[in-house]
């Protein structure tokens, strides 16, 4: 095949570099199938595309907080679910079984060195397949700037930014190649698209996400990945608890979200599920809000 634009790296077309890589595949004995999304017939009614039957969701963060309702999210759709977290998931797995699903945890610090590759092998131990990542693992450091250390610095990005690249990439190269398509779903912020107050590296982690987010579906779109964000709102977990803590804080959140409360995992399950599924296969590099319509104001 003669590369019709004769453009390298980055300026060739997408086609031509997708061609490219097919022949890399090709060569490598690697088979694609390409998905055909068109509905046919009763066994494709509108809700069956978001049915996730048959596969396997990993969910980074999942002991607790909107990591554990992505877990019961995906089970309650018929996924296999992995949950990779520091510390024990026993509540998130009796959340996954009491729905009859099937719960799997990975223990293991996610800011070591190497996570992404401990994670990826776990995963081919336990299920030999992965069809769904959430990078939903994070962390926050509230600091004035004025004060913050290289050291917090390096905390929250390697967790927030470093690493929600390195597993995509380990799990990308691991299952979605070889598997012929996966879904890779980051979690990003309302501080995505704000500066915030008081949080510049949560910030510049969480904005790197959603740049990240187009990259990445830039490149694997054409291989039948689907790389998309969920941003949330002000949401109650762990994560916000020194701000629901703070009634002037909090009153001047609640004042500002026009659905006039605080979010819930719940309220996140819908999204999930649809990033997840079939029903998005046309979706890619995009950062969906889930936030009350704080954004919108
Ligand atoms: P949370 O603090 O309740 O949960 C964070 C999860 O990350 C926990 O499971 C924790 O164990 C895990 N984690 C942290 N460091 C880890 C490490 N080194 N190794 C392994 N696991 C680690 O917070 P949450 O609100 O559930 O946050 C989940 C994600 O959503 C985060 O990325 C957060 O930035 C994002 N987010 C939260 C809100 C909110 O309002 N709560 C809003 C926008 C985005």
């Not at 003669?2 to 490598?28: P, W």
């Not at 019961?72 to 729905?99: D, Q, Y």
Request: proline fraction near 2%; charged fraction near 20%.
């Amino acid at each position: 095949y003669e590369i019709g634009s004769g453009l390298v790296g980055s300026e060739m077309c997408i086609r031509d570099r997708s061609l490219l890589y097919y022949i890399f595949l090709l060569k490598s004995n690697i088979v694609i199938t390409s998905k055909n999304t068109k509905r046919k017939g009763k066994k494709d009614m509108i809700l069956d595309l978001f049915r996730l039957n048959g596969k396997v969701a990993v969910v980074t963060g999942a002991n607790t907080g909107l990591g554990q309702g992505f877990c019961v999210a995906f089970a309650e759709a018929g996924a296999t679910v992995i949950g990779v977290a520091r510390r024990s998931c026993a509540e998130t797995a009796a959340k996954v079984e009491a729905v009859g699903g099937t719960f799997f945890e990975v223990l293991t610090d996610l800011s070591a060195p190497d996570a992404s590759k401990t994670v990826a092998n776990a995963c081919k131990k336990l299920t030999g397949r992965v069809d769904i990542l959430v990078n939903n693992a994070g962390i926050i450091h509230r600091e004035d700037a004025v004060n913050v250390t290289e050291a917090n610095w390096d905390l929250v990005t390697n967790l927030n930014e470093k690493l929600v690249f390195f597993l995509s990439q380990a799990m990308t190269n691991e299952f979605f190649i070889p598997q012929g398509g996966g879904k890779i779903i980051n979690i990003a912020s309302m501080l995505s698209f704000q500066g915030g107050i008081r949080v510049p590296s949560y910030t510049a982690s969480k904005s790197a996400v959603m740049g990240l987010t187009k990259a990445l579906a830039n490149e694997w779109a054409s291989l039948n990945i689907n790389v998309n964000a969920i941003a949330p709102g002000y949401m109650a977990t762990n994560n916000t608890t020194a701000l629901r803590q703070d009634s002037d804080r909090n009153d001047a959140i609640l004042c500002r979200i026009p659905a006039g409360r605080w979010g819930t995992s719940d309220d996140l399950m819908g999204a999930a599920v649809f990033l997840a599924s079939d029903a998005s296969s046309y979706v890619n590099g995009f950062t969906l809000a889930v936030d009350g319509g704080w954004l919108a104001r």
